[in-house]
């Protein structure tokens, strides 16, 4: 095993897909957006918003939009109501996995 000081950016550039989930999952209330989102088939703004309520809406609104940039979150328009709600794609449903570890995780350490 590796010590810090071993570690290099090389080191980290052979892991480019990792640091690339990282920067997706690492970024502040993606996690607990896509977390919230697992938990729930879909859900709108006003809901998300409450459940992740020390995160302003502007922020949540920039998240969300970068999330479905990336293909793991969906903005749902309902044609009738004009209600907009949030869902995860097939890529970010495959999240729900890590987020229960996380979650396992956190339990026990956190």
């Known amino acids: ?21 990282f920067e997706i999952l690492g970024k502040k209330w993606n996690g607990l957006i896509i977390s919230s989102l697992c938990d729930s088939e879909e859900m709108r703004f006003k809901d998300l918003s409450r459940t992740i309520s ?17 293909n793991v979150v969906k903005r ?19 999240l729900k996995p890590v987020m229960d570890q996380v979650h396992q995780w956190a339990d026990k350490w956190a």
Do not use: A, Q, W
């Not at 020390?54 to 990336?70: G, Q």
């Open 1 to 21: 095993m590796m010590t810090v000081r071993e570690l290099t950016t090389k080191d980290y550039e052979l892991c480019s897909h990792f640091v690339s989930s």
């Open 54 to 70: 020390n995160c302003s809406d502007r922020v949540l609104v920039e998240r969300l939009k970068e999330l479905e940039l990336l």
């Open 76 to 94: 749902n328009v309902n044609p009738e109501s004009g209600i907009i709600s949030y869902t995860l794609t097939k890529k970010g449903m495959e």
